[in-house]
T-cell receptor, first 116, second 116 residues
Framework: QKEVEQNSGPLSVPEGAIASLNCTYSDRGSQSFFWYRQYSGKSPELIMSIYSNGDKEDGRFTAQLNKASQYVSLLIRDSQPSDSATYLC????????????????FGKGTHLIIQP | SAVISQKPSRDICQRGTSLTIQCQVDSQVTMMFWYRQQPGQSLTLIATANQGSEATYESGFVIDKFPISRPNLTFSTLTVSNMSPEDSSIYLCSVELGQVPRGEQYFGPGTRLTVT
């Protein structure tokens, strides 16, 4: 069965530093990956999508995909206390399809704490 | 993006009763998804709802316990039947947006259910 693995943390990072969140996956056929941010008591919010090897940057966020090593990472530069949340890595349940027609598989999430 | 709403936002129910959760989207979508997030856990897909056809349930979830309706392209309901305390969870609906499905899913605010 397809799995997405994350270290549950907590990961504590000082304010202004780079937070690095990692995710590994078991299915080599997976094509796309997503990072969600979930604040306590709130629903997940999509913050990054990545579909090809390499880096994708959006503001302070950079997603990195390495298909050969089967890992995905999320870097948060200039970390702010407002970045404190649980970050969930997800991939489509059907790896060979272009979309999530049959839903997403989520990792357990990494709890990130940005220390002022 | 789209506006996704859920009703109720939370409820406290007695065991043995049923609760119907509504999910409304402000644009037409082909697929809608229902997830469960148990306390301290990640998201687990319950079922996929496609308008005009029976919902597709994941392993461990059955129609008798979680009946789903999808009467049109903007609305779906999930019923949690004959509830027990183990059903206490956050229930989330999600949709995939865009003409070309790429797996990106957007979540409603969730329904926090407590069964006593």
């Amino acid at each position: 069965q397809k799995e997405v693995e994350q270290n549950s943390g907590p990961l504590s990072v000082p304010e202004g530093a780079i937070a690095s969140l990692n995710c590994t996956y078991s299915d080599r056929g997976s094509q796309s990956f997503f990072w969600y941010r979930q604040y306590s008591g709130k629903s997940p919010e999509l913050i990054m999508s990545i579909y090809s090897n390499g880096d994708k940057e959006d503001g302070r966020f950079t997603a990195q995909l390495n298909k050969a090593s089967q890992y995905v990472s999320l870097l948060i530069r200039d970390s702010q206390p407002s970045d404190s949340a649980t970050y969930l890595c997800a991939a489509p349940r059907t790896p060979y399809s272009g979309g999530g027609a049959d839903g997403l598989t989520f990792g357990k999430g990494t709890h990130l704490i940005i220390q002022p | 993006s789209a506006v996704i709403s859920q009703k109720p936002s939370r409820d406290i129910c007695q065991r043995g009763t049923s609760l119907t959760i509504q999910c409304q989207v402000d644009s037409q979508v082909t697929m809608m998804f229902w997830y469960r997030q148990q306390p301290g856990q990640s998201l687990t897909l319950i079922a996929t709802a496609n308008q005009g056809s029976e919902a597709t349930y994941e392993s461990g979830f059955v129609i008798d316990k979680f009946p789903i309706s999808r009467p049109n392209l903007t609305f779906s309901t999930l019923t949690v039947s004959n509830m027990s305390p183990e059903d206490s969870s956050i229930y989330l609906c999600s949709v995939e947006l865009g003409q070309v499905p790429r797996g990106e899913q957007y979540f409603g605010p969730g329904t926090r259910l407590t069964v006593t």
